[in-house]
Nanobody
Framework: QLQLVESGGGLVQPGESLRLSCAAASGSTLDEHAMGWFRQAPGKEREVVSCVSSKGGNTNYADSVKGRFTISRDNAKNTVYLQMNSLKPEDTAVYYC?????????????????WGQGTQVTVSS
């Protein structure tokens, strides 16, 4: 099981941006795994936000974030990023990165076997 560590969350105002990072612990490599970002708001189920395939050639986004969020990865650094622009209050949630057991993207949480601890994103004026 991979050890993943997220960073970059925080409190921002509507319309502002944040960049989340997800790094693999030393000795772990991510380049055989599709990587996903999920989020969970209070009282709601965990939902997929975005996914990038193992080599970065394919990306998927939830309809609610299309055009505002961009997922990317740097396999040389074993790190995955989520650039979040034009943030809205409804983006407030704990964001988790996860490594899939597959090299291709899916939106099913059970396909992701390794999870980070989560980072809080709060969008409020």
């Amino acid at each position: 099981q991979l050890q993943l560590v997220e960073s970059g969350g925080g409190l921002v105002q509507p319309g502002e941006s944040l960049r989340l990072s997800c790094a693999a612990a030393s000795g772990s490599t991510l380049d055989e795994h599709a990587m996903g970002w999920f989020r969970q708001a209070p009282g709601k189920e965990r939902e997929v936000v975005s996914c990038v395939s193992s080599k970065g050639g394919n990306t998927n986004y939830a309809d609610s974030v299309k055009g505002r969020f961009t997922i990317s990865r740097d396999n040389a650094k074993n790190t995955v990023y989520l650039q979040m622009n034009s943030l809205k209050p409804e983006d407030t949630a704990v964001y988790y990165c996860a490594a899939s057991q597959f090299p291709w993207c899916t939106d099913v949480p059970i396909d992701f076997g390794s999870w980070g601890q989560g980072t809080q994103v709060t969008v409020s004026s």
